[in-house]
């Protein structure tokens, strides 16, 4: 019996380890780690390559850094591993059913060569990338106290970055910039971060904290071939941590000066083999540098004459508290080795702050943007949806106090594939679809409210190719269609990346992008201003789709007035005498009666057009020739041909230098008034009066009249008399630019980075029909940083300069110039002894209290100073060795050991790694 039972047990086991090993027949099996750790390296992507370099088979390791190829012919295989971090590895000549394979994976210097994802869509190192790309890491960003993601791109190379106070932040590379950036594209995680119907990066909208950023690229130039609209100067990319790659829970305390006060958490963890969770949140509050608007100042003392309430006054009634809170959370499930799901959902919340836009002053109030996100990566096959949406709260503009209502969304998809053809072409394509849906309660859009959404497709091809082993030639073509102007528009990329060695490459690429009309431009229709005692408003426009129109069949230009009996809608002769009762009437209410006058007509008192000066706020003599019909809007186009190096030197040094040359088409020149006003003439007036009065009389009475504007020389479209502020379009420009950055790890402590900047104008002046176009951005801009880090003793320290040349701005209401300015900050952080997972900063901006302005409008800014408690608590031994290595919370790649080594494990020193 017994017999029978071990025969019984011999069976089985005999029948298990046949199943398994046949299980294993068509399988490549192994485990990755990091060279000087011995720890698990996660998330590390392995292909196994046949004849041909055709990708058979792809997996990723799990949190255990364990891998598993299936589904493989007999055949010998060349296995590839790649890991954003470390470099790459190739093991040749590997058949299924090998032994457990066992890959050490070595860490690169991420700050000489980083690896990078927004250049093409696909993971390569900067070198490799057709673009001029800039990386900031993990480190950094672990080391700075930044109030909003953006602050950690202040020194980024070709950033031209302009603070208006503590969180509120504009932002562009190579051209123009506004109030609120909107030129370079903005991404999270492939996602859209700009606000929806706006299309403003708003930095203190963003719902993620330093903590939760794995690293920040930005893209300097067109990309457009791949990304699309809007994207005519670049991309930047945040992109935060995987749960799976990050676990652990960390939390940062700021204090500082002008009450600043700033709270983060962050908590991610593994459940299983396949799920990971990660939550984080920051709750930031702080009195901001104080700035009085005349404007916003003149109408309310105005209002206030008029019997308006002080104490429940909007306009002008400016809070400088800031206080904003962000909250994040994700989910990760990994049902297969070559499978990933992520959800996301995230929002940010100013309940209070001051922004400049290109109206003026805004009182930020409960602001909130939220958003969902879905993304699923199978093999190279990757899909996203996103959902953002907007509630502008109580926000009113602070020199109207009209509220701006903003209850907008976003939807939007991409499906992006990569395949292999042979081995020396690379092959991605993708279409991305976008619907835009504003909702501004008739504030932001008006009388456009109910015909404002928009969608937007795109399909995209690019296409890498090695010429040779030392050669790549890049090409790319995208289509997109927006269904509001009509058109289609092609972009195409070209690019030749020569690689001497391994360690340098030089590239000249060209680029034909484009910026398409936003709904702002298409569907702005909003009151920014008014007349003290005059029923105009000042009022910003977007171009209908056919444009703007003047009618001339009224016996010559036609205008309304708001003070025509028909009506202000109805047209009339531009001829200013038509109104004298208005005057009269005027008049009467100041106390001086003139109605015992006759009234004159055209014969005997001439008429003058006169537009708004929006710099001077008077009104510029204009002529009836000038008074032209505005087309509708189009596309900026640029065609941008760019040369550019990067190398590293003896592995210590990396110098980027890009010289690029931009043409650009139907550029949208500044806000300027469409509509002139109707005014009488002084001389022929003052000629007149004086038929009936003294001289002098006549002279000061006609003074006074021919300074109201009796109407207004209004387009069809406009339907009232408000003078319509719009923005030209048309003519081009040409645009020089370098860019030239250097980064030296002088020893294992110190290192010396350093950047400097130029383009060939900051304004161009008579730009055919557009006018003058202000770029708004210094034409010399350049930043020094020395750093100092002692992992061994957990210290560090870091002295940054920047400066730029003075420049003029332009932003819609918004003008003046900003003079050239110097600055400095400084930071030291210590790692204590007795607690490694606790680090203590002190930190100061503009250390020499340089007090400047950064645009025009804003605030003059000074020194800063705020101490930073961080504390981490990682989830392994190793873990707590990254800590030490590199500043708590900052070693994103390590997970940890098995269990049982978690005792045991030493963390090397120094001179051992």
């Not at 909003?148 to 503590?166: C, E, N, Q």
């Not at 003026?360 to 949806?385: I, K, P």
């Not at 009339?572 to 015992?596: C, R």
């Not at 509509?675 to 009389?697: K, R, S």
Request: glycine share 10%; hydrophobic share 40%.
């Amino acid at each position: 019996m017994a017999a029978l039972r071990i025969s019984s047990v011999c069976s089985i086991l005999f029948l298990l380890l046949s199943g398994q090993l046949t299980g294993q027949a068509d399988a490549i099996t192994g485990a990755v780690t990091d060279s000087a750790t011995g720890s698990p390296v996660a998330g590390a992507r392995i292909e196994a390559l046949g004849a041909g370099g055709v990708v058979a088979a792809a997996a990723r390791t799990d949190f255990r850094g364990r891998f598993r190829l299936t589904g493989l012919a007999a055949q010998r295989y060349t296995i590839v591993f790649t890991r954003l971090g470390y470099a790459r590895r190739r093991v040749e000549d590997i058949a299924p059913g090998a032994p457990r394979l066992v890959i050490a994976m070595v860490s690169v210097a991420v700050g000489i060569d980083p690896l990078v994802v927004s250049a093409s869509r696909v993971e390569q190192t900067s070198l490799e990338a057709p673009a001029s790309v800039s990386v900031v890491a993990r480190r950094d960003i672990d080391e700075a106290t930044a109030f909003t993601p953006l602050d950690h791109v202040r020194t980024v190379t070709g950033i031209d970055f302009a603070s208006k106070g503590l969180t509120q932040h504009t932002y562009a590379v190579r051209g123009g910039r506004g109030a609120n950036s909107a030129v370079l594209l903005t991404l999270m995680d492939h996602r859209y971060a700009a606000i929806p119907s706006l299309r403003l990066n708003v930095p203190y909208l963003l719902p993620t904290t330093s903590d939760d950023i794995e690293r920040i690229e930005v893209i300097r130039g067109p990309a457009a071939a791949l990304y699309g609209p809007n994207s005519a100067r670049g991309v930047l990319h945040i992109i935060t941590r995987s749960p799976f790659e990050s676990q652990g829970t960390s939390i940062s305390l700021v204090g500082g000066e002008r009450s600043l006060f700033q709270g983060s958490l962050r908590h991610a963890r593994v459940l299983g083999n396949r799920l990971g969770f990660k939550i984080s949140g920051e709750y930031f509050r702080a009195n901001d540098w104080e700035f009085v608007d005349s404007v916003e100042a003149r109408n309310r003392d105005l209002a206030i004459q008029k019997g308006a309430d002080p104490d429940t006054l909007l306009v002008g009634n400016r809070d400088f508290g800031i206080e904003r809170a962000v909250g994040q959370a994700r989910l990760d499930w990994r049902p297969g080795d070559n499978t990933s799901v992520m959800l996301t959902g995230g929002l940010a919340q100013a309940m209070n702050t001051i922004d400049l836009t290109g109206v003026g002053g805004t009182q930020v109030r409960d602001w909130r943007s939220q958003y969902l996100q879905a993304q699923v990566r199978h093999g190279r096959l990757f899909a996203n949806v996103i959902y953002n949406t907007s509630d502008a709260g109580d926000t009113y503009q602070l020199r109207t106090g009209e509220p701006i209502v903003d209850n907008s969304g976003v939807l939007a998809a991409q499906l992006q594939h990569r395949t292999q053809v042979a081995t020396r072409h690379d092959l991605l394509y993708g279409v991305d679809f976008r619907r835009t849906i504003p909702r501004t309660g008739r504030t932001i859009h008006g009388r456009n409210e109910d015909d404002d959404e928009l969608n937007e497709i795109g399909a995209y091809v690019h296409s890498t190719t090695a010429l040779s082993p030392k050669v790549d030639l890049v090409g790319a073509l995208r289509l997109d269609y927006h269904d509001r102007i009509n058109d289609l528009a092609i972009s195409p990329r070209a690019a030749l990346v020569f690689k001497p060695s391994p360690s340098h490459a030089l590239r000249l690429t060209y680029n034909r992008a484009y910026n398409s009309p936003d709904p702002q431009d298409l569907f702005i229709d909003l009151v920014v201003d008014s007349f003290p005692g005059l029923p105009y408003g000042v009022r910003w426009r977007g171009t209908p789709k056919h444009g703007f129109n003047f009618r001339r069949d009224c016996g010559g230009l036609c205008m309304r007035s708001p003070f025509n009996p028909a009506g202000s809608q109805a047209f009339l002769l531009a001829d200013a005498t038509l109104m004298w009762p208005a005057v009269v009437a005027l008049l009467q209410a100041q106390g001086v009666d003139i109605s015992t006058l006759p009234a004159p007509d055209a014969t005997q008192v001439g008429t003058a057009l006169r537009a708004l000066n929006l710099s001077t706020g008077d009104f510029d003599q204009v002529t009836t020739a000038e008074v032209a019909d505005i087309e509708a809007d189009r596309r900026t186009m640029s065609n941008v041909f760019e040369l550019g190096y990067k190398g590293v030197i003896e592995g210590r040094i990396l110098v980027g230098v890009d010289v690029y040359l931009t043409r650009v088409t139907d550029e949208f020149g500044e806000l300027f008034a469409a509509t002139p006003n109707v005014f009488l003439d002084q001389a022929t007036l003052e000629q007149y009066l004086g038929n009936f009065l003294p001289a002098a009389q006549a002279a000061q009475l006609a003074d006074e009249i021919t300074r109201i504007p009796l109407g207004t020389v209004s387009p069809k479209e406009a339907g009232d008399a408000d003078i319509v502020l719009v923005q030209r379009q048309g003519s081009a420009y040409t645009l020089w630019g370098a860019d030239f950055s250097i980064t030296a790890e002088a020893t294992p402590e110190f290192s010396v980075r350093g950047t400097y900047s130029w383009t060939s104008r900051d304004s161009i002046t008579s730009l055919g029909t557009v006018g003058d176009v202000i770029l708004s951005v210094p034409k010399h801009k350049g930043s020094v940083a020395l750093g100092y880090r002692n992992d061994d003793v957990g210290f560090s320290a870091n002295v940054r300069g920047r400066a730029v040349s003075t420049f003029p701005v332009a932003s819609g209401v918004l003008r003046g110039q900003v003079t050239s300015y110097a600055l400095f900050d400084a930071s030291v952080g210590y790692r204590l002894p007795w607690a490694p997972h606790v680090r203590v900063s002190l930190n100061a901006q503009n250390i020499f209290d340089n007090r400047h302005q950064e645009f025009a409008g804003a605030p003059e800014l000074g020194r800063l100073l705020t101490t930073r408690l961080h504390v981490t608590f990682l989830a392994t031994a190793v873990g707590r060795c990254a800590a030490q290595r590199w500043g708590a919370g900052t070693y994103s790649r390590v997970l940890g050991p098995t269990a049982g080594s978690r005792t045991s494990y030493q963390c090397p020193k120094q001179s051992e790694r």
